[in-house]
């Protein structure tokens, strides 16, 4: 997850994938897990396990593309999107944005 948002009306969150913006559309990469969040980590959401990356047993896979987002957002992040654009974006997909 690079943003994150709680749900609007009820229990869950609303979360973007790394790289969502190259996404087209950017709504295949935005999601809304519903559910009460449970635990201290990893988190439950409904049937959702959500961990920090880093932590034991974490994917490779992720671990190497995440490094890329790293890398990429200390590059200047060029063609992301603006924080007002990102909110709109939450919104739409059912966050609660204060």
Not at 17 to 29: G, N, T, V, Y
């Amino acid at each position: 997850m690079v943003e994150h948002y709680p749900v609007a009306n009820g229990d869950g969150l609303v979360y973007f994938e790394i790289f969502w913006h190259l996404q087209r559309p950017a709504s295949l990469a935005i999601h809304r897990i519903t559910g009460q969040i449970k635990g201290d980590g990893p988190w439950r959401i409904g049937d959702s396990v959500i961990t920090v990356l880093g932590c034991q047993g974490t994917d490779p896979e992720l671990a190497s593309a995440y490094a890329e987002w790293q890398s990429y957002l200390q590059q200047g992040a060029p063609g992301y999107p603006t924080s007002e654009a990102i909110l709109a974006l939450a919104r739409e997909s059912g966050a609660r944005i204060a």
